[in-house]
């Protein structure tokens, strides 16, 4: 018996090394191989952590312009590995990870499958959480947490690396996916990749776009068609706690300030003439959806000048009660005060009668607000109206009328006009909504906003401004002249020119996303997902092939609509 005991002690102590070498790699980190491992042990701002997938397949997504043949490599549980015989060093730097190829490592009796991509053409943003986690921010809007910001261009060059006040998780039919979009308010304001200088940057996820261009195709195209403040962007890897998060939409937020909607910031103006935080006075009025109502705050002391700068936005009557101050039209139509956020009631008065006249205007026969005897045209601004409406009867976006719908007022002696835009929210658009009820919307051919589906959208603007032969007139000029044109590009009908600014073609979204796309769909395998109705291709190039010919379509109805 005391020999079989003593066989069994000897077979483990022979096994211990073994047992050692057999230790099993837990995570896997890679950087710049010119950056030492910091002394303190914490990682690089630049660290990027293996994706795991299975038991044994790993996957490194790395960004563009870091050099793959020179990457340092850092991992936890183990010392070494080998590849093709040759050993790692832990904190060493390689060349091991060649981009395009699947790289298999050993260490101990342990092989993994690394598949290697990385990106071209996009810049990469690293963001540190205080916490280490995004579980609890993405919980619920109203959390947020602060952290650190780290960003390259393209090329790997630095372009900024600081501590950040908070990220949020943001959207509204976007929270819901798992591929969060995020909110960053800086420190203070910075300029962001060749973009002005702001506090707050956003991070689009467009998880449900498949072709990954609805948004900046459509800001491309407003912004060669003349429509002022279109957002700026840059596409960009997004790493979050080292770990990839795919490809978005790095971009200005739509607000009022110099370099974003630069209009008088009357909200500014109304915190110097308060002593509190405006958010500390009563909310008064009615706060439910219901029309010919309002809610605004108590505040004593307004400005002299109460005629601008405001930033509103239509909004689905459900999602009305969440806003600070806003109103409802007499016709149904709710509308966010967006800036200033906390209105007093003078102010809520003043825009609430203003917008009011237009749409009195619109659903009057002759256009005419008969209170104010004001033409439509003299209450808005006709250039932006205009394109406002083809952008989303373009795109046939389904929130055209209704959501993620801004406009703005300049103080009474820039301008007495209401003006429409900034564009904004397109991920949803180009014959990919999901819903069943709205399938007709879907088709490239048909009327898209020109007419209200039911009685639920019987207070949308555009479908009233389409019954006015003026209007109209109006909108074939513009897609003539202004739009048509710069349609002709994104189909490679036309060669793009200095008037047409940043818009390409979809050959060249196409191929300055290739590489981002094979990254972002490894990590979202959301190509034909179940939870997508609608069926857009079976990977990245059908996707843009779907886009290209709703956009021919779409061109050839409105063309029989509209050309002469």
Known sequence: MRRGYLLILLLVLLALPAAAQAREISRLYVWDGAVEMPADGSLPAGAIQWYKRGDTNRYLYLPSGVDARSLRVHFTGADTFTVNGVTVENNSVTDCFVPGETVDITNGGSTYHVIVRQSQNTASVYIKTQSGSIEWISESKRNHEPGSLYVLDETGAPAYGNDFEYIRVR????????????????????????????????????????????????????????????????????????????????????????????????????????????????????????????????????????????????????????AASGFVTSHGQAVLVKSPEYASKAQLQYIQARVQSFENAVWAEDGIDPDSGLHYSQIADMSSLVGKYIVEELTKNVDGNKSSFYLYKYPDSESTLLYFGPVWDYDIAYGN????????????????????????????????????????????????????????????????????????????????????????????????????????????????????????????????????
């Open 433 to 564: 909504y999901t819903a069943s009820y709205y399938k007709e919307r879907n088709l490239p051919s048909g009327t898209g906003l020109m007419t209200a589906v039911d009685d639920y959208e019987r207070f949308y603007w555009f479908p009233r401004l389409y019954a006015h032969e003026d209007f109209v007139e109006a909108v074939k000029e513009a897609w003539r002249d202004r739009f048509r044109p710069c349609l002709e590009v994104i189909l490679g009908l036309r060669e793009p020119s200095e008037d047409t600014g940043h818009l390409m073609s979809l050959e060249d979204y196409e191929a300055m996303l290739t590489a981002a796309a094979a990254m972002n769909f490894d990590r979202w395998r959301t190509f034909n997902d179940s939870k997508f109705p609608v069926r857009t291709g079976e990977d990245f190039h059908e996707n843009i092939e779907f886009m290209r010919r709703f956009l021919t379509d779409r061109m050839n109805y409105l063309d029989s609509l509209w050309l002469d």
């Open 171 to 322: 959207g509204n039919y976007s929270f819901y996916p798992y591929k969060k979009s995020f909110h960053i308010k800086l420190n203070d304001g910075s300029p962001m990749l060749c973009m002005p200088s702001a506090k707050t940057w956003l991070l689009l996820a467009s998880y449900r776009d498949n072709a990954m261009i609805r948004n900046a195709l459509t800001f491309d195209l407003a912004s060669a068609a003349g429509m002022a403040y279109t957002p700026e962007y840059r596409f960009a890897e997004v790493y979050v706690n080292t770990t990839y998060y795919g490809t978005y939409i790095f971009c200005e937020k739509i607000q009022i300030q110099k370099n974003r909607v630069a209009v008088f910031d009357l909200e500014k103006a109304t915190e110097q003439a308060n002593e509190k935080d405006l958010s500390k006075y009563p909310r008064l009025g009615t706060n439910e959806y219901r029309r010919n109502t309002a809610k605004y705050y108590g505040v004593p002391n307004d400005p002299a000048d109460i005629t601008g700068g405001y930033l509103l936005q239509l909004e689905l009557k459900d999602r009305y009660t969440a």
